[in-house]
C-alpha cells in the first residue's frame, strides 16, 4: 500500500524518481506526487489518478533550468481522505520547508491534528500523514535540526509509519523512517536511494540496507548513518541483489497477468526438481528440517488473506488427507481479534505471496507470543514475514507484478504438496506407495499445465461469449472449493463483475434462488467419482433453473455433456492433485473475460498488490 521513493545525488532527480514510482505502481495508483529540493526551495508536484498524470503535470513545468539535489517521491492507495489532489502526497509544513511522504496509518492523527490546530498550524488535507508534517515542523522549530525533530516527532506516533523526509535548510540529506511498514536503502557511489521495494531499485543499485522496525536512516549523498528511534547508531549489513529489468518487464505478453499466468510450469517444475530428484526418493528441503518443523506439533494453524487464503483452504484438505494432523485456517484479518488455540505445539503457517500483508503479519506476531513455531510460506525472502518466522519456505517465482496473484498461487501450492508429503513421509502417516503415486503425478504436473495452454483460444472464447453477463457464480466440492473461490476472486478483481463461489450442495440451502437465465454458472467437476456424481445433481438443479451453465473438468471423466452450454477441460488428474490444474483455466478465464471489457487488469481499481494495512 503506497509506494516511497528517494534519491539524493548528482544525477537527474525527477527522472529517477518517477522511474522508481513506476516500478512501486503495483502498490497503489489513486494519486502520485514529487518534492524537488534545489538551492531555491522545495517545488512539490502532485496528481491525482495514476502516475501518468504526475508526467503531464511535470511536461507543463520548466524544470531544464534547475538543479535539484535531492527528492522524494509517493504514490497513494487511500486510507484516510479521497484519492484528490489535496490529500496526495508529498505533504508540506504551513512553510514549504519541510516535506514529507508516508506509507502506513497513523492511529492517533485525530488528537494530533486537534493539538496542532490548536498551536496554530493549518491542515489542507484529510490525511493521518499530514498531522505528521506539522509535528515535525513543531519540533524542528524548537530544536533547529532534522534529526532531532523527528526523533522527538516519531515517539509522538501510534499506528505504522514508512516515511521519508526531506527540509530545505538541510539539502545535504533525507530522513527515511520504518515502523511497521517497509523502508529500504539503495547504495550508490555519490547517490544513495530509499525505497518501499526491491523494484524500485533495480538498474540503479545492487546493494541493499533493510531498515526494520523502530529504526531510522540519515540518508546523505555519500553516507548513510542507521540509527535506532533513540538516537543511537546500529551497524547493518549491506545485501546483494541480483534482478534484472527483464525480471519487470511484460516479455512480448499484452499484460503482465498473462505473462504470469505462463510462467507457472516453468516455476513448479523448478520447484519440484528442487526438493526432489526423483518421486522414489524422500523429500528434502534446503533450509527446513522438517523434523523439527513438526516435533512436537499436534496441530497447523494456516493464516493467510485473499489468495493466500484459498491455497490455506487447500492445504487443510491435503495436510488432513495425507499427514492426519488437524488444521485450522483463518484470514490473518479474523485471527488477530479472536481467542485461539495456538499453543506450544502448534506450527503456525503464515502464506503471503508478498511478505508485507500486515493483517498476516500481526497474526504470526500473536501466534508467536503463544509459543508457535511459526512457518512462513513467502515469494519474497526480503521481507517482512521472513523475520517473523523460525522456517521460512520460498516460492521462488520472481517478482510477481500483475495486482491479480497467479503464479503466486499455484507455487504456494506446490509448496503445500511438498510439505505435506514431506511430513506424511516422515512421519510415516500415510503408506509410501500411495506417497510415492502422488510424487510420481506431481511430477507430471507441470507438462499437463502446459497442455492446458493448448486450449487457451477456447477459454479465450468462452469468455468472450459470456463477457456480457453482470453477475456469476463459481460452485465445486471438497477440496475445489478453494478453487471455486479463487476463480470468483480472479474474475471480480480485475472484470468488476459480481462473482461468488459456493459450495455446489449449499446451493439449494439459499443462493438458488438467484438463479434465472441472466445468471451463468461455472461449475468445477472434481474428478473423483463420489463427488463428481454428486455436483453433477447440483448441475442437474441448476440448469432446471435454467441457468446458463458451464463445466470445468477433466477431458476423461466427463459425461452428462447435454448438460452444460459450454465445457472446458484440462488433462486427466487425480482429485487431490487437481486444484493445481483447475486453477490455469480458471485465471486464463477471468483473464481473458476482463481484457474482452478492456479493463485495467493489471492495475484494476481500489487494490493494490501489498496490502501494508490493517
Ligand atoms: O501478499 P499476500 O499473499 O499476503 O496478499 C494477500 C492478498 O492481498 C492477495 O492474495 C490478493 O487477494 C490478491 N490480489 C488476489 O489476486
Request: aromatic residues 8%; contains cysteine.
Amino acid at each position: 500500500m503506497c509506494g516511497i521513493i528517494g534519491y539524493i545525488g548528482n544525477n537527474a532527480v525527477e527522472d529517477i524518481l518517477l522511474s522508481g514510482l513506476k516500478s512501486l505502481e503495483y502498490r497503489g495508483y489513486d494519486s502520485a506526487g514529487i518534492a524537488l529540493n534545489d538551492n531555491q526551495g522545495i517545488d512539490v508536484f502532485r496528481a491525482k489518478g495514476k502516475l501518468v498524470n504526475l508526467k503531464n503535470v511535470l511536461n507543463t513545468q520548466n524544470l531544464k533550468n534547475k538543479h535539484f539535489s535531492q527528492g522524494i517521491g509517493h504514490i497513494r492507495w487511500a486510507t484516510h481522505g479521497e484519492a484528490t489532489i489535496e490529500n496526495a502526497h508529498p505533504h508540506t509544513s504551513n512553510d514549504g520547508n519541510l516535506v514529507l511522504v508516508h506509507n502506513g496509518i497513523i492511529e492517533n492523527y485525530q488528537s494530533l491534528r486537534e493539538e496542532l490546530t490548536q498551536q496554530g498550524f493549518h491542515f489542507f488535507s484529510q490525511t493521518d500523514t499530514e498531522a505528521v508534517v506539522h509535528l515535525i515542523d513543531r519540533e524542528y522549530k524548537k530544536t533547529l535540526s532534522l534529526e532531532s525533530a523527528v526523533i522527538n516527532a516519531i515517539a509522538l506516533l501510534k499506528g505504522a509509519f514508512a516515511l521519508c523526509i526531506m527540509h530545505h535548510n538541510e539539502p545535504d540529506k533525507i530522513i527515511a523512517v520504518r515502523k511497521n511498514a517497509p523502508l529500504i536503502l539503495g547504495l550508490g557511489c555519490n547517490e544513495n536511494f530509499i525505497a518501499s521495494d526491491i523494484p524500485a531499485l533495480i538498474g540503479k543499485t545492487q546493494n541493499i540496507i533493510y531498515l526494520d522496525d523502530n529504526e531510522l536512516a540519515i540518508v546523505e549523498k555519500d553516507a548513510v548513518v542507521i540509527k535506532d528511534f533513540k538516537g543511537n547508531i546500529l551497524h547493518k549489513n549491506i545485501e546483494k541483489i541480483n534482478l534484472a529489468q527483464d525480471d519487470i518487464s511484460k516479455q512480448g505478453y499484452k499484460h503482465f497477468m498473462l505473462k504470469e499466468i505462463h510462467e507457472q510450469p516453468r516455476i513448479i517444475r523448478s520447484m519440484i526438481t528442487a526438493n526432489m530428484s526423483t518421486p522414489f526418493e524422500p523429500i528434502h528441503f534446503n533450509g527446513i528440517n522438517v523434523e523439527d518443523l513438526v516435533q512436537n506439533v499436534d496441530k497447523i494453524e494456516i493464516i493467510a488473506c485473499g489468495t493466500s487464503l484459498h491455497a490455506a483452504m487447500i492445504a487443510k484438505n491435503i495436510f488432513e488427507e495425507l499427514c492426519k494432523i488437524p488444521v485450522i485456517i483463518d484470514a490473518a484479518s479474523e485471527y488477530i481479534y479472536k481467542s485461539h488455540l495456538t499453543d506450544a505445539k502448534t506450527l503456525s503457517i503464515g502464506i503471503s505471496q508478498s511478505g508485507e500483508t500486515a493483517d498476516t503479519i500481526t497474526a504470526l506476531k500473536q501466534a508467536r507470543t503463544h509459543q508457535a513455531k511459526i512457518l512462513a510460506i513467502t515469494n519474497r525472502i526480503d521481507s517482512t514475514i521472513v523475520r517473523c518466522a523460525d522456517f521460512v519456505f520460498p516460492l521462488n517465482a520472481g517478482i510477481e507484478v500483475s495486482v491479480a496473484a497467479t503464479k503466486s498461487y499455484s507455487a504456494q501450492l506446490a509448496a503445500l504438496y511438498l510439505l505435506a508429503l514431506a511430513v506424511a513421509e516422515r512421519q510415516k502417516c500415510a503408506d509410501i506407495i500411495k506417497l510415492t503415486k502422488i510424487k510420481q503425478e506431481l511430477f507430471s504436473i507441470p507438462n499437463k499445465m502446459e497442455e492446458i495452454f493448448y486450449s487457451c483460444n477456447h477459454i479465450k472464447q468462452c469468455a468472450q461469449k459470456y463477457s456480457k453477463y453482470h453477475s456469476f457464480i463459481y460452485i465445486a466440492r471438497g477440496i475445489n472449493s478453494a478453487s471455486a473461490f479463487e476463480g470468483a476472486l480472479k474474475l471480480k478483481e480485475i472484470s468488476y463483475i459480481n462473482a461468488n463461489a459456493y459450495l455446489a450442495g449449499e446451493l439449494k440451502h439459499g443462493p438458488i434462488a438467484l438463479l434465472d437465465s441472466q445468471l451463468p454458472v461455472f461449475a468445477i467437476l472434481s474428478p473423483d467419482g463420489k463427488i463428481y456424481d454428486k455436483i453433477i445433481s447440483n448441475c442437474e438443479e441448476v440448469k432446471a433453473r435454467c441457468a446458463p451453465l458451464i463445466a470445468l473438468t477433466t477431458s476423461d471423466s466427463f459425461y452428462k455433456k447435454d448438460l452444460f452450454d459450454d465445457v472446458l477441460t484440462i488433462p486427466s488428474v487425480s482429485e487431490l492433485l487437481s486444484p493445481l490444474l483447475f486453477t490455469l483455466p480458471l485465471q486464463l478465464f477471468a483473464y481473458y473475460f476482463a481484457d474482452c471489457l478492456n479493463m485495467e487488469i493489471d492495475q484494476p481499481r481500489n487494490l493494490a498488490k501489498s496490502v501494508t494495512v490493517e
